[in-house]
């Protein structure tokens, strides 16, 4: 499903050049539960980035689905985004001025599809996640846990390929961070591929393979 050979990306600081990811290689099979972790400047936030097409190699083949996504002009690098990949980051990112209901059906206004099955299947995930009795309420109007539910019933409306989750119970509590990895295991069950990326070692023991970084290079990818 995912494929990586030789991924490059290196940055200029000041007079610097910084190799984020240097010859980066590595196949993630469908329905796999993977956590990413390393240390700060490691270059896992590099490759999540790389992963879901936020960020293009300067070297390398990335293939998703059997389909090479370095050389995709932006307008369909943006379709792969919107129907492949799903994400859930650390902070949120709903719009404050839309429903619960609103932010998990945002995605579809971007594919153009039909607006009574996207309806049911939003509302569906929202009682996957346990909060169909907040489908009129605000971002601001829940708890941190229940925003990131909200943003996990988001990142899975358009079916991913592709489950990809940065830090995401970084801003919650220990009870609301469990509630969260929960869904995850749940989610991966059924399924859904699922690649987290965690600098807490307890979070990374949540997936059953592990992949570690260190100075942009993979030091060990396996189990724990």
Do not use: W
């Not at 990306?9 to 993630?28: E, F, K, M, N, P």
């Not at 050389?71 to 859930?88: H, K």
């Not at 605000?138 to 409306?157: D, F, H, K, T, W």
Request: overall charge negative; hydrophobic content about 40%.
């Amino acid at each position: 499903m995912l494929v990586l050979r030789g991924i490059e990306r290196q940055y200029r600081l000041a007079s610097q050049t910084v190799r984020a990811l240097d010859g980066v290689s590595l196949q993630i099979e469908p329905g796999e539960f993977v956590a990413i972790t390393g240390a700060s400047g490691s270059g896992k936030s590099t490759l999540l980035n790389v992963l879901g097409c936020l960020d293009r190699p300067d070297a390398g083949s990335y293939q998703l689905d059997g389909q090479e996504v370095a050389g995709l002009d932006d307008e369909a690098i943006s379709a792969v985004r919107n129907r492949r990949i799903g994400f859930v980051f650390q902070s949120f990112h709903l719009l404050p001025r839309l429903t619960v209901l609103e932010n998990v059906l945002l995605p579809t206004r971007f594919a153009h599809t039909g607006a009574l099955p996207d309806l049911q299947r939003a509302q569906s995930l929202l009682a996957r996640v346990g909060l169909s009795a907040r489908l009129d309420h605000r971002p601001n109007e829940l708890s941190g846990g229940q925003i990131q539910r909200v943003a996990v019933a988001r990142a899975l409306m358009m079916a991913p390929s592709v489950l990809l989750a940065d830090e995401p119970t970084g801003n919650l509590d220990s009870r609301s961070a469990a509630d969260v990895l929960n869904l995850f295991r749940e989610v991966h069950a059924e399924g859904q591929t699922v690649v987290l990326v965690t600098h807490d070692p307890d979070v990374a023991l949540q997936a059953p393979r592990l992949i570690r970084l260190r100075d942009g290079r993979i030091e060990h990818d396996g189990a724990h």
